[in-house]
């Protein structure tokens, strides 16, 4: 199944996104060999010299380690990926607050409703735009 | 490696009064996937007819690796035209043997896995086919050789969405790092994100040639959306 990419911003942003998705999500587990180039140009069917870029962005912060003549392998440090991880959360948050905001929330209303959702008492459903 | 796939110096292509491509120059460097984009008549097929030798420049001149369109080039262009030449009383398979026996690049295993895998019979004659499984056959035909440069005039316009996806998957998993293709297309979306490079013709000038992500990057745009604003009517 091809991945979906949005308009505004470059696809290899967007493919580097997808697969740190895959590794906090454990599509792709820590120390696991990655799919090659040309096998992740055709799954998301995207240029393979756009996939190498994005791989090389991951490569650069740690997130995947090449071994010489073996491939590409998510890192085995728990630490990298705990990172990204919090880099995630922390973006998840700032856009549900941004977004509540241009809705006229203050993020005390909004952590009030976070609170609701959770124990269930809340009617109202969250907005699921991002 | 650094040398030019496809250079173009000053050329020009005139019918009778009308200049179909103007003092048009660009450079293709080698392995990437480059959409060659531009609103009805700007001169696309034109350029790609004139790499094909099909055509001769009025002026100007236009090289493939190096060749003057010639025997030489020939054997290096992979071309895909508009509209299919294949005898229509020829089987499918019969099409595959006079592309074995015409071109020392075609990959013979390559064509009947891909025909496979797109299900068209092999041994049904071209024109019991529907115009979109012509093309498939086509396509595979062109994308079944081994060639430097691969010059696609439309390759995915007449055929269904998801044959489209296998084609466009057919064009990223047989290409090589040391080959080039050329699409010509109106279907920017559908072809946006396997394209390295764009360039926009019109009027047989060279209006951009950038790349996709730079594109992104700097206006924050898909391909399509800005030639929508470029070409606007």
Redesign the interface.
């Known amino acids: 199944m091809?991945w979906e990419?949005s308009?505004?911003?470059?696809?290899?942003v967007q493919v580097s996104d997808q697969i740190v998705s895959g590794i906090l999500t454990g599509t792709f587990k820590m120390g696991e060999k990655l799919p090659s180039v040309?096998e992740f140009?055709?799954i998301a069917?995207?240029?393979?010299?756009?996939v190498q870029?994005a791989l090389s962005e991951l490569e650069s912060v740690g997130l995947i380690e090449t071994q010489r003549n073996t491939g590409k392998y998510v890192t085995q440090e728990g630490s990298k990926i705990e990172m990204a991880r919090k880099e995630r959360g922390e973006l998840l948050a700032t856009e549900f607050l941004k977004s509540m905001a241009a809705l006229g929330y203050t993020s005390e209303q909004t952590i009030h409703l976070l609170e609701e959702a959770r124990s269930g008492e809340g009617s109202s459903d969250e907005r699921s735009d991002t | 490696m650094s040398e030019a796939i496809l250079e173009c110096k000053g050329l020009s292509k005139c019918f009778g009064p009308n200049a179909a491509l103007h003092d048009l120059s660009i450079s293709l460097p080698a392995?990437?996937?480059i959409g060659l984009l531009g609103p009805n008549g700007s001169g696309k097929t034109t350029l790609i007819k004139l790499a094909c030798g099909l055509l001769t420049p009025t002026e100007g001149e236009i090289r493939v690796c190096g060749y003057k369109p010639g025997i030489e080039s020939k054997a290096l262009v992979s071309y895909l035209p508009e509209r299919t030449y294949l005898p229509d009383w020829m089987t499918v398979l019969e099409c595959i043997e006079f592309f074995q026996d015409f071109y020392s690049d075609f990959d013979i295993d390559r064509a009947t896995s891909m025909l496979q895998s797109l299900q068209v019979p092999a041994n049904a004659r071209m024109k019991t086919l529907s115009k979109g499984t012509k093309e498939k056959v086509q396509l595979v035909l062109v994308m079944s050789r081994h060639a430097k440069l691969y010059l696609l005039d439309e390759p995915i316009g007449g055929v269904d969405p998801a044959a489209r996806?296998y084609i466009?998957?057919t064009i990223?998993?047989n290409y090589c790092e040391d080959s080039t293709v050329l699409i010509s297309t109106h279907l920017i979306a559908d072809v946006e994100?396997?394209?390295?490079e764009f360039m926009f013709i019109q009027n047989g000038q060279l209006v951009s040639y950038a790349s996709?992500?730079?594109l992104?990057?700097d206006l924050?745009?898909?391909i399509?959306?800005y030639f929508r604003e470029v070409f606007r009517c």
Do not use: W
């Open positions: 091809a990419f308009n505004e911003r470059p696809i290899y040309r140009a055709i069917a995207v240029n393979p010299n756009t870029r | 392995g990437k996937i996806d466009l998957g990223l998993k994100k396997i394209l390295d996709t992500d730079s992104r990057e924050g745009k898909s399509d959306q």
